[in-house]
């Protein structure tokens, strides 16, 4: 909490700027070694049990948030933020889900201590979660859905057509309005409960230890702002990161299934160690990653050269970020 807040107070302070790409690298690496040493402490502190629980922990909250960067990006070009003001509506998305996550991770270790059966429960919903990110794999990226909150915002509240710097409300003729900016954060906030949905009982399935799952949320939250200007445009590129998360979620739904039936004495039921799951994880990870990067390097090249000039041609192949 003291480096997350030391973050907010170092980035957020000043002028509203654009990040640039060395910035966002030197932080994203930053929050990543940091994650690593905390794991490699914990490691030492606590076991390589428990080590192994928190970086498999982490890598998957990580590949998550990395996911859920997608329909920021929509929810960003959908209301038109402009690029200057983003990191802004990040920084509140993020500390939104880091307390909604704190608060599902505290009832979710006190009903799992209560109620055995819920982690059936949890491994059908993230064999669910599986299936519906393959279904709706294909489905236009660019289509945001109001909810429900959304709409009703829009309605109640009234709302200035234009951005006002990062303000979200500002006085009109007299009268108290909101601008788009406090709608985007509605828009980010309502988002972010339906990513802790997921996201927590996927944790769960690999550890019930509450102070790792909370801290491996932490960590995979941190830096998420500068990973989202650092992705930019190779964030359309990831076109298998909904395979490889669909994977993901689908083992470890059924690892938690199988680990219920191992507590309820069913002989025939095995107990996955964390090693194979931080293993599966890495894996799947990585070939996706690489599957995406190799497909997009092919459609690339699969596009005939504008018609033109020279410059316009290198203009029409330059990455749109």
């Not at 509203?16 to 040493?37: D, K, N, T």
């Not at 932490?218 to 998360?245: D, E, H, K, N, P």
């Amino acid at each position: 909490l003291v480096v997350i807040a030391v973050d907010l107070w170092i980035v957020d302070r000043g002028e509203p700027r654009e990040f640039s790409m060395r910035q966002a690298g030197i932080w994203v690496g930053f929050y990543v070694s940091l994650a690593v040493l905390f794991g490699i402490g914990l490691t030492v502190w606590a076991g390589a049990g428990t080590g192994g629980e928190f970086f498999a922990g982490y890598l998957t909250e990580y590949s998550l948030s990395v996911d859920n960067l997608f329909i920021f990006y929509v929810i960003m070009t959908r209301f038109g933020v402009p690029r200057i003001y983003q990191h802004k509506v990040l920084l509140v998305g993020i500390v939104l889900a880091l307390v909604m996550r704190g608060i599902f991770i505290a009832v979710g270790a006190a009903a799992l201590d209560r109620f055995g059966w819920l982690l059936y429960a949890f491994g059908a919903f993230l064999i669910y979660t599986a299936y519906t990110l393959l279904r709706d794999h294909n489905k236009d990226d660019e289509e945001f859905n109001e909810n429900i909150l959304l709409r009703w915002a829009r309605r109640v509240f009234p709302t200035t057509s234009d951005y006002v710097g990062s303000r979200v409300t500002v006085r009109v003729d007299g009268r108290r309005m909101v601008t788009p900016m406090l709608i985007v954060m509605i828009a980010i906030g309502t988002t972010d409960l339906l990513f802790a949905l997921d996201s927590i009982p996927a944790i769960f399935g690999l550890t019930k230890a509450a102070f790792i799952v909370f801290s491996a949320n932490a960590f995979a939250l941190m830096g998420l702002r500068q990973l989202y200007f650092l992705l930019g445009g190779l964030l359309q590129r990831l076109v298998y990161i909904s395979y490889g998360l669909a994977f993901i979620l689908g083992f470890i739904g059924v690892k938690l299934i199988l680990e219920a039936l191992h507590e309820n004495e069913v002989s025939w039921a095995p107990q996955i160690p964390i090693w194979v799951s931080l293993a599966v994880i890495c894996v799947t990870m990585a070939v996706t990653t690489l599957a995406s990067l190799v497909k997009a390097r092919r459609d690339e090249k699969a596009v005939p050269p504008a018609a033109g000039s020279p410059a316009e041609a290198s203009q029409a192949e330059a990455p749109q970020g």
